[in-house]
């Protein structure tokens, strides 16, 4: 009989977190319907005291879950934690997690001594636990705090009623042995330590997040909290694909187990790069491009003899298939069907209908349309509710310049048509957008990758924009690269939006900070 390990998702609340990475309201759902679905045990859907968009997310996602817990962020304050419970008290199993900094650095930013926070987290505690039996408490910045009052805190969060204690490693500072020893030390000696879960919460920043989450669990913890891709503040999080498919693989030297189904992991880290815009590093582990791929004679050969010479998993195991099934202008439904359905990709016959009609665009402009085609395709960026859209697009570029591009974009319904000139046909095309559409909107970040090969293959755009400190980051694919910087631009904008009317009069979800922490 093997350990359970829990799987606690925070892809909603830290994941989110990221520069860029804002969801949708429509998107959390869809995620965590995901998540939900996939068999991850904790559910950690936002935090909704920043915002009345993460509120009512965390609310309506804590409604719809089958199976997951449903967990809400809340730092240690009543009102915090009312709001928390407000939102995750429709859920058929809710949590609170309530957490306060308890490293020098952290304990300065509320300007509270010792004894001040020790009281606050046993009132704060005490208080969720009123609420609910399933209370998780973090000591933010745990891998920093000196070790009598780390243990002096968690004993206090023990015996005030919570029941999962989380060790983040808040900055990606430690290292394993480091993480695995801290684990078995407070298990060994903090009074009442076999009452509880421990939890590890890892950042990536020196690129040891994995390593250490699995260190820790080696070490006594039992949660690992992970966010699909690894998406993350700074250099990300733990990767939940990452951990769970070393469990597996390695059952040898961790006879661990999750309730997660594997196999689905394609298809959700699909999703949350296309929704977040973060694309995968093609050498990513597990999720990549290249995690299957082989390109070496040498590598070749071997896969062809025993595939196991140089997989230490199968494709098939993490939602990927085997074969390959080319499509071009000639397929019909049934072929695009099976080969979407094989993705990851469920499409009622009207989304089927819709899809279709852009696939053979594209087939018509590509020899043969491949899995990241696809993929890219299933992008759809520009949806109905969108206030901005783009209705056609015109270049002139060149040897001579300056370029100009002459565009109409649809905004709230009405047509706007421009003319702009610039330093190249994506300036242009940039300039006459911010021409039509008045956004004090600074560009941070354009990148292009080729999702295929040839000169046919498909760009896929990035486009970063940021405005008053909220920063969104909008995706396209178009086999035309200027269409596709357009429409990427444009997506980022729309982001924008909403990030505009999610923000709630005194909070924002970026930006809820210690100041409010005593009220």
């Given at each position: 009989m093997t350990d359970k390990v829990l799987i606690f998702d925070t892809t909603l609340r830290d994941g989110e977190q990221s520069p860029g990475a804002t969801m949708t309201h429509d998107e959390k759902l869809e995620i965590a319907e995901m998540l939900d679905e996939?068999?991850?045990?904790?559910?950690?859907?936002?935090?909704?005291?920043?915002?009345?968009?993460?509120?009512?997310?965390v609310s309506e996602i804590a409604k719809r879950a089958q199976t997951s817990t449903i967990c809400g962020l809340s730092r240690a304050n009543f009102k915090d934690i009312d709001r928390c419970w407000e939102a995750v008290k429709h859920a058929k199993s809710p949590r609170i997690h309530t957490f306060i900094g308890t490293s020098p650095l952290h304990r300065a930013i509320p300007n509270l001594t010792m004894d001040e926070m020790a009281g606050r987290i046993h009132e704060c505690v005490t208080h969720a636990r009123n609420l609910t039996d399933n209370v998780q408490w973090s000591s933010m910045d745990a891998t920093r705090t000196e070790w009598d009052f780390l243990k002096r805190t968690i004993d206090i969060a023990i015996k005030a009623g919570a029941t999962t204690i989380n060790i983040p490693d808040t900055v990606?500072?430690?290292?394993?042995?480091?993480?695995a020893d801290l684990i078995k030390r407070l298990i060994a000696e903090v009074e009442n330590a076999n009452t509880v879960t421990f939890s590890?919460?890892?950042?990536?920043?020196?690129?040891?997040?994995?390593?250490?989450?699995?260190?820790?669990?080696?070490?006594?913890?039992?949660?690992?909290e992970c966010t699909i891709n690894g998406l993350g503040e700074r250099a990300g999080n733990t990767a939940l694909e990452e951990v769970v498919m070393a469990i597996k693989v390695r059952q040898d030297i961790m006879p661990y187990s999750t309730g997660v189904d594997t196999r689905k992991i394609m298809n959700i880290s699909r999703r949350v790069s296309a929704v977040a815009g973060f694309p995968v590093q093609f050498n990513k582990a597990i999720v990549?491009?290249?995690?299957?791929?082989?390109?070496?004679?040498?590598?070749?050969?071997?896969?062809?003899?025993?595939?196991?010479?140089f997989e230490v998993m199968r494709p098939e195991d993490?939602?990927?298939?085997?074969?390959?099934?080319?499509?071009?202008?000639?397929?019909?439904?049934?072929?695009?069907?099976?080969k979407l359905t094989e993705l990851g990709f469920d499409l009622g016959d009207n989304e089927l209908k819709d899809v279709f009609v852009r696939f053979k665009d594209l087939a018509d402009r590509k020899k043969e349309v491949f899995d990241e085609d696809l993929i890219a395709l299933?992008?759809?960026?520009?949806?109905?509710?969108?206030?901005i859209k783009l209705t056609t697009l015109k270049v002139v570029c060149g040897t001579h310049g300056p370029q100009t591009a002459d565009m109409t974009l649809d905004i709230d319904g009405a047509p706007i048509s421009v003319h702009a000139t610039g330093d190249g046909p994506v300036d242009a095309t940039f300039a006459a957008i911010k021409q039509a559409f008045d956004a004090d909107a600074r560009l941070q970040l354009y990148q292009v990758n080729a999702v295929?090969?040839?000169?046919?293959?498909?760009?896929?755009?990035?486009?970063?924009?940021?405005?008053?400190?909220?920063?969104?980051?909008g995706q396209s694919a178009d086999t035309d690269t200027v269409v596709a910087s357009a429409k990427a631009y444009i997506n980022a904008l729309?982001?924008?939006?909403?990030?505009?009317?999610?923000?709630d009069v005194g909070y924002d979800e970026k930006s809820v900070s210690y100041k409010d922490a005593g009220e």
């Open positions: 996939m068999g991850v045990d904790i559910i950690e859907a936002g935090f909704p005291i920043a915002s009345e968009g993460d509120f009512a997310a990606g500072y430690t290292e394993p042995v480091e993480s590890t919460h890892c950042h990536n920043d020196l690129g040891m997040a994995t390593a250490n989450s699995l260190a820790a669990v080696a070490g006594g913890a039992r949660q690992i990549g491009k290249n995690a299957f791929a082989h390109e070496s004679g040498i590598h070749q050969d071997g896969m062809l003899k025993n595939r196991e010479t993490v939602g990927l298939s085997g074969t390959s099934l080319p499509l071009g202008k000639h397929s019909g439904r049934a072929a695009l069907r099976a299933m992008r759809v960026n520009e949806a109905a509710e969108d206030r295929t090969e040839g000169t046919d293959a498909q760009a896929t755009v990035t486009v970063r924009l940021e405005e008053d400190g909220r920063i969104a980051t729309n982001r924008l939006l909403v990030r505009r009317e999610q923000t």
